[in-house]
């Protein structure tokens, strides 16, 4: 959380707006070791008899003269779009565990989440916000009432995404666009939205982007899927590029074949895939949400503080499973 504040001495007629507030100087004095002083020139505490309090100021009139951010190694507030599919709630988990309040976006209404909603409620504080990561004003909106629910943001994680399949001559128009729209404009949409605040805030964070193994390597049948991925991991790399600077991290976690969503779905009605499926992980079994989500833990904690720009492959080695493949082929 960054606080800022402003001197308050050049127009004492215009109110001071707080940032931080303490009952007494004691309270004050506890604070003091976990705070951390960057061009400190002037003290800006004042008491307020009439608030009975100490205020750290802000004052509109004025630009800042000194800037004070807690200990941001143990992030408090988690977002995670496409929250009410296997792998958001897997990682929405991981993220309770490690002492996360919880924003769940996702276009599912409501009613419809209300189980996994209870599941999660039984472990951390979750705020449910319906939204179209695709739909800009949507995610604005949505942010805007995460920031009145929690007053902030340390973790962005995208992981909204579509995936039909078909041959490459069978997809629509419309087809490939749903896919552009939700698996790469919804990241840029949400990335972008939340790292505006962040660097308005002075504040540093870190943004996750689910990616795939496919994002590197063609798979047949879903071809928009893939070129969508493929654009994720750039969308990454150029963002962390730019916003390093403000202490903001952006990383891809890239899983491989994970037993939910469409590939759950497609053993159900063909169940001979499974072991196709198999075949292209070295390690031999498919993935599950939480082996995901375990990654996604490494991420959000301080172990990860100095990685950017970077893809995990969490894929069981479908990767050079597949380039061994392709080498042994006649």
Same mark, same amino acid.
């Given at each position: 959380? %960054?606080?800022?504040?402003?001197? &308050?001495?050049?127009?004492?007629?215009? =109110? @001071?707006? @707080?940032?931080?507030?303490? &009952?007494?100087?004691?309270?004050?004095?506890?604070?003091? =070791?976990?705070? /951390?002083?960057?061009?400190?020139?002037?003290?800006?505490?004042?008491?307020?008899?009439? $608030?009975?309090?100490?205020?750290?100021?802000?004052?509109? !009139?004025?630009?800042?003269?000194?800037?004070?951010?807690?200990?941001?190694?143990? &992030?408090?507030?988690?977002?995670?779009?496409?929250?009410?599919?296997?792998?958001?709630? %897997?990682?929405?988990?991981?993220?309770? #565990?490690?002492?996360?309040?919880?924003?769940?976006?996702?276009?599912?209404?409501?009613?419809?989440?209300?189980?996994?909603?209870?599941?999660?409620?039984?472990?951390?504080?979750?705020?449910?916000?319906?939204?179209?990561?695709?739909?800009?004003?949507?995610?604005?909106? %949505?942010?805007?009432?995460?920031?009145?629910?929690?007053?902030?943001?340390?973790?962005?994680?995208?992981?909204?995404? +579509?995936?039909?399949?078909? &041959?490459?001559?069978?997809?629509?128009?419309?087809?490939?666009?749903?896919?552009?729209?939700?698996?790469?404009?919804?990241?840029?949409?949400?990335?972008?939205?939340?790292? /505006? /605040?962040?660097?308005?805030?002075?504040?540093?964070?870190?943004?996750?982007?689910?990616? $795939?193994?496919?994002?590197?390597? =063609?798979?047949?049948?879903?071809? @928009?899927?893939?070129? *969508?991925?493929?654009?994720?991991?750039?969308?990454?790399?150029?963002?962390?590029?730019?916003?390093? !600077?403000?202490?903001?991290?952006?990383?891809?976690?890239?899983?491989?074949? +994970?037993?939910?969503?469409?590939?759950?779905?497609?053993?159900?009605?063909?169940?001979?895939?499974? $072991? #196709?499926?198999? /075949?292209?992980? =070295?390690?031999?079994?498919?993935?599950?949400?939480?082996?995901?989500?375990?990654?996604?833990?490494?991420?959000?904690?301080?172990?990860?503080?100095?990685?950017?720009? !970077?893809?995990?492959?969490?894929?069981?080695?479908?990767? +050079?499973?597949? *380039?061994?493949? $392709?080498?042994?082929?006649?």
């Amino acid at each position: 959380m %960054a606080v800022y504040c402003y001197h &308050p001495l050049f127009s004492l007629d215009c =109110p @001071p707006v @707080p940032e931080y507030y303490a &009952p007494d100087w004691c309270a004050l004095l506890e604070l003091a =070791p976990k705070l /951390r002083w960057v061009g400190l020139t002037h003290h800006v505490f004042r008491w307020f008899p009439k $608030s009975n309090g100490i205020y750290l100021l802000r004052h509109p !009139a004025q630009i800042a003269m000194m800037k004070i951010m807690t200990d941001t190694d143990s &992030p408090k507030v988690g977002l995670i779009t496409g929250g009410a599919g296997d792998i958001g709630l %897997a990682c929405a988990e991981k993220m309770a #565990e490690q002492g996360l309040s919880i924003a769940l976006m996702d276009r599912l209404p409501k009613e419809q989440a209300a189980s996994l909603l209870d599941r999660l409620r039984a472990k951390t504080r979750v705020l449910y916000l319906r939204a179209d990561v695709s739909d800009r004003q949507q995610v604005d909106r %949505a942010l805007d009432k995460l920031w009145q629910e929690f007053s902030g943001l340390d973790v962005a994680m995208c992981n909204a995404a +579509v995936v039909i399949d078909r &041959p490459f001559i069978d997809f629509t128009v419309d087809q490939w666009q749903e896919h552009l729209d939700i698996n790469l404009t919804g990241y840029f949409n949400v990335s972008q939205a939340v790292a /505006r /605040r962040w660097v308005d805030a002075g504040q540093r964070g870190k943004l996750i982007f689910t990616g $795939s193994w496919v994002q590197d390597v =063609p798979y047949k049948l879903i071809t @928009p899927y893939c070129v *969508a991925k493929a654009g994720v991991w750039m969308l990454a790399r150029c963002a962390a590029l730019e916003l390093a !600077a403000h202490g903001i991290t952006v990383n891809v976690v890239a899983p491989g074949i +994970v037993d939910s969503g469409l590939s759950k779905q497609e053993m159900k009605e063909f169940p001979e895939l499974r $072991s #196709e499926f198999e /075949r292209t992980i =070295p390690l031999g079994n498919l993935q599950s949400p939480k082996d995901v989500a375990d990654v996604v833990g490494f991420l959000i904690s301080s172990a990860s503080n100095y990685v950017t720009g !970077a893809s995990i492959l969490c894929d069981g080695g479908c990767t +050079v499973g597949c *380039a061994s493949a $392709s080498s042994d082929a006649p």
